[in-house]
């Protein structure tokens, strides 16, 4: 299952020792709409050896913009 991110706890999303995959999304992106069931298909795969976490880039504007997100959906593997 893919955790929501917001500006205030993102920091604590990279303090892990486990693979992060974030997807910038928003609620009216199409593709970003097609990719949300594929990521959730890895959730259950991978389990929890790697970690996936969703920023909805209109609520999270000041993130998106400090991570450079230009178009959506971007996805992020850190």
């Given amino acids: 299952m893919a955790l929501t991110v917001t500006d205030a706890n993102f920091a604590e999303t990279l303090n892990t020792d486990k693979p992060v995959l974030v997807d910038f999304w928003a609620t009216w992106c199409g593709p970003c709409r097609m990719v949300a069931p594929i990521l959730k298909d890895l959730a259950k795969e991978y ?9 909805d880039t209109d609520k999270e504007r000041e993130l ?3 991570m450079g997100i230009q178009s959506l959906p971007t996805i992020v593997f850190i």
């Fill in 64 to 66: 998106s913009g400090a």
């Fill in 47 to 55: 389990g929890d050896s790697i970690v996936i976490y969703k920023v």
